[in-house]
């Protein structure tokens, strides 16, 4: 039974596959921010690779099998982030704005300044509009 060419792609891939899952593990791990993603994308990631697992787990032991465990662990531990760290997250509030910089009385004062320059950009076209007729 000559495997070696497919066991070599299938290590390969595995390889190339994990190491491009990593870093996205690594940051949501050290920020735990995972606002950026769905928890309808990640619940449907787990519950599809429970279904393929039955597939999977019929193989015979291979790197499929590294690979789709691969997957079943980090699906898992993004469902598991994901819910863990939904409860610590809240709106932006006076603090959050605090530390970026801005207060409300600025963000506020700048939306008055764009209101006014859309305000007398508006008096100038109807000038205009009035000299011209």
């Known amino acids: 039974m000559e495997s070696g060419l497919p066991v070599v792609a299938g290590s390969v891939s595995t390889a190339i596959f994990v190491a491009s899952t990593v870093p996205m593990l ?3 791990r050290r920020t735990k921010d995972l606002a950026s993603y769905s928890l309808g994308n990640i619940a449907l990631a787990n519950l ?8 999977v787990f019929s193989l015979p032991l291979g790197p499929v099998w590294a690979l789709h465990g691969f997957h079943l662990g980090a699906s898992g ?4 982030w994901y819910l863990r760290h939904a ?8 603090a959050d704005e605090i530390r970026r910089g801005r207060t409300t009385r600025d963000s506020a004062s700048q939306t008055g300044r764009s209101l006014n320059s ?4 508006g008096k100038s076209a109807a ?4 000299t011209i007729r």
Do not use: E, Q
């Not at 859309?118 to 950009?121: H, K």
């Open 26 to 28: 690594v940051k949501a």
């Open 48 to 55: 599809g690779n429970l279904i393929y697992a039955v597939y």
């Open 77 to 80: 531990l993004m469902l598991f």
């Open 87 to 94: 409860r610590s997250r809240r709106p932006l509030g006076d």
């Open 118 to 121: 859309f305000a007398s950009a």
């Open 127 to 130: 000038s205009v509009f009035h």
